[in-house]
């Protein structure tokens, strides 16, 4: 079983940035992606940014494009959200998801960790 545990938020304030880690947990990952999505207060779970754990494929929301980046580290089985230029919107909890087919389909969840972005 595959079991993803993210950590790095926090509180900071606008135009700050911040990193999220991801460690997978369980078994070595040899599936085909690793997402991060968010959840605000209020609103529906929304999809960020992916990457396919083979590497050479990256999908970003248009929300933070150019400003967050996703990355992996397939040796210690960690996937990473650098962001930046954070802003109060992207106050949200975040969540690490591993997908075992495609970017359509994330199969393992995390609990979440929350970013809030202070004006």
């Known amino acids: 079983q595959v079991q993803p545990v993210e950590s790095g938020g926090g509180l900071v304030q606008a135009g700050d940035s911040l990193r999220l880690s991801c460690a997978i947990s369980?078994?070595?990952?040899?599936?085909?992606?690793m997402g991060w999505f968010r959840q605000a207060p209020g609103k529906k779970r929304e999809f960020v940014a992916a990457?396919?754990?083979?590497?050479?494929?990256?999908h970003y929301a248009d929300s933070v494009k150019g400003r967050f980046t996703i990355s992996r580290d397939n040796s210690k089985n960690m996937v990473y959200l650098q962001m930046n230029s954070l802003k109060p919107e992207d106050t949200a909890v975040y969540y690490c998801?591993?997908?075992?087919?495609?970017?359509?389909?994330?199969?393992?969840w995390g609990q979440g960790t929350q970013v809030t972005v202070s004006s």
């Open positions: 369980g078994r070595p990952f040899s599936g085909f992606a």
């Open positions: 998801a591993a997908a075992d087919h495609n970017f359509d389909e994330f199969d393992y």
């Open positions: 990457t396919r754990w083979s590497g050479g494929l990256e």
